[in-house]
């Protein structure tokens, strides 16, 4: 075989090479992305059916331990987030407050601005199980997960 022939089929396999990973590359990519897609949409059902047994076990339709532990899981976890969106709302509404002015001129009319929550709950709660104190709007102790309405 001559020099040039050797060469020629050298470089016909580098484009077949090239070729083929380029296919591979494509192949793979388009496959990944399907693996992906029913891999969001298993764990979508997943999550309507947790949700929907949650639902039946609060409804007394189900009993199962196992169920009913993730569950109260479920709850205190809600109950950490109550308190956490508390903790934001209240952060997200700190103002600046200036320091006082050194000199002595009567304070101008100030806007009175409300933080707290509604009236009608109280802006702390005590658990009644732990002692743990919480926001007036939680419904379940973050830290025992007892009901505290
Ligand atoms: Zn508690």
Redesign the pocket.
């Known amino acids: 075989m001559g020099l040039l022939d050797q060469l020629s089929r050298t470089i016909a396999q580098s484009v077949d090479r090239a070729r083929f990973e380029a296919e591979k590359f494509q192949k793979t990519t388009r496959l990944q992305g399907e693996v992906n897609e029913l891999r969001r949409q298993v764990d979508s059902k997943l999550n309507e059916l947790g949700q929907r047994a949650y639902e039946l076990l609060r409804a007394g339709q189900i009993q199962s331990a196992t169920l009913a532990e993730l569950g109260a899981v479920v709850d205190q976890l809600r109950s950490a987030l109550v308190m956490k969106e508390e903790e934001l709302k209240q952060a997200q509404a700190e103002v600046y407050v200036e320091p006082p002015a050194p000199a002595p001129p009567p304070p101008s009319q100030s806007v009175p601005i409300d933080y707290g929550p509604p009236a009608s709950t109280p802006a702390v709660k005590q ?1 009644g ?4 104190q919480m926001p007036g709007t939680a419904m379940f ?1 973050p ?4 009901r505290v309405t």
């Open positions: 658990c199980v732990c002692g743990f102790c830290n025992c997960g007892t």
